[in-house]
């Protein structure tokens, strides 16, 4: 990927960890998440695991700031400018009956669920972003690109350490420890995006769907969290940089707190030897959950809808209980994600 940094230097515990060129694809192959089952997904399409590097390590990345929402930036050393979308977004928090959308599904006939429009609207709500990922449609001449906020990043960190007897080098290196993060999150985004691809996705299927963004997110944030394993190695890391960026993603909750539970999941296989052949077949399940979803969203159709909602339904259970003090957090973890694998078991081919 080429990273352009639009704020021109400004944030130099950033910039100084830039060298990300091929890297995220290279970490991709060696976490095995290159896997045979989106081989055997990428193929149908005339497509191989070639393409999905081609495609990651060719997405711009573009560092902004707050101030340029809206406004168009010229990219050093292009003869362009980009437009700079928000840093944040006001939403409708909707009153999703996940029933009453099944049974609008079976009524409308095969797929044509009802609008998120019409969902009752409880209120609103913000989404404050540290990075996005952009797909504007496979005419466009860019068609994939990732802003990634790094005054924000910047200041959240140091807000976090501004009351710890921290060291200035180490506050740099977990601001450029959830700088890796927040980027791979995104493009683990560009990763699932069928789109991207030339594969059209199920246009009754989509982000403005709760049960969609629960698992998009859930599994974005467990594919960032297995590429950046490798950073957390060696004698010479910040012990606390896996600890940081483990309570971060706890502490987005929802989808994201569930990618945690994934790679948390995976971690406890990978520590276990030998592997019998129940724990190698989980840890396929969680090898192989990328493309599966990627197929989820093109075949999407009545049953796969009952699937995800039986898989939503667990998850909120869960948490629920988990809230309510009847669980504690190893067994919310545990139920969140066998749920989640829970479309491994019940969608192949």
């Known amino acids: 990927m080429i990273i352009h ?9 950033l910039t100084r960890f830039y060298s990300f060129k091929d890297e995220v694809s290279k970490e991709l192959i060696d976490a095995h998440l290159m896997s045979s089952e989106l ?36 990219v050093p050393g292009d003869e362009c400018s980009v437009r700079v979308p928000a840093d944040s977004c006001v939403g409708q928090v909707v009153d999703f009956d996940v029933d009453e959308w099944l049974e609008d599904m079976h009524e409308e006939c095969h797929g044509r669920n009802k609008d998120p429009r019409e969902w009752e609207c409880k209120g609103h709500s913000v989404s404050d972003y540290l990075g996005l990922y952009v797909f504007e449609g496979s005419d466009n001449v860019v068609p994939c690109r990732i802003f990634i906020w790094a005054d924000k990043i910047e200041e959240y960190v ?20 959830l700088y890796g993060f927040i ?40 594919m960032a969290l297995v590429t950046c ?44 030897e030998p592997l019998v052949i129940t724990r190698i077949a989980k840890k396929k399940q969680l090898l192989d959950i990328a493309p599966v979803w990627m197929r989820v969203k093109v075949q999407f159709n009545y049953d796969v ?28 973890e545990a139920q969140r994600a066998q749920a989640i694998l829970t479309i491994i078991t019940n969608k192949r081919g």
Not at 52 to 74: C, W
């Open 5 to 13: 940094d639009l704020t021109r230097g400004k944030y130099p515990a």
């Open 39 to 74: 081989e055997n997904f990428l193929s149908e399409y005339s497509l191989c695991n070639k393409d999905v590097i081609r495609l990651l390590d060719n997405v711009p990345v573009f560092l902004v700031e707050s101030s340029m929402a809206h406004e168009y930036v010229a």
């Open 158 to 177: 140091r807000n976090m350490y501004s009351n710890v007897r921290v060291s200035s080098n180490d506050v740099e290196e977990i601001i450029q420890a």
């Open 183 to 222: 980027l791979r999150h995104e493009m683990m985004h560009a990763l699932m995006d069928v789109a991207a691809y030339g594969i059209a996705p199920c246009p009754y299927f989509n982000y403005s769907n709760p049960i969609y963004s629960y698992i998009e997110e859930a599994l974005a944030n467990y």
């Open 229 to 272: 394993k490798s950073k957390f190695k060696g004698p010479h890391v910040n012990v606390g940089l896996k600890l940081f960026i483990s309570s971060f993603a706890e502490r987005q909750g929802g989808g994201y707190a569930v990618g945690l539970d994934l790679f948390n999941q995976l971690c406890e296989l990978q520590s276990k």
């Open 305 to 332: 809808a009952c699937l995800l909602a039986e898989i939503w339904k667990k998850c909120l259970k869960a948490e629920a209980e988990y809230e309510a003090g009847e669980i504690d957090y190893e067994e919310l």
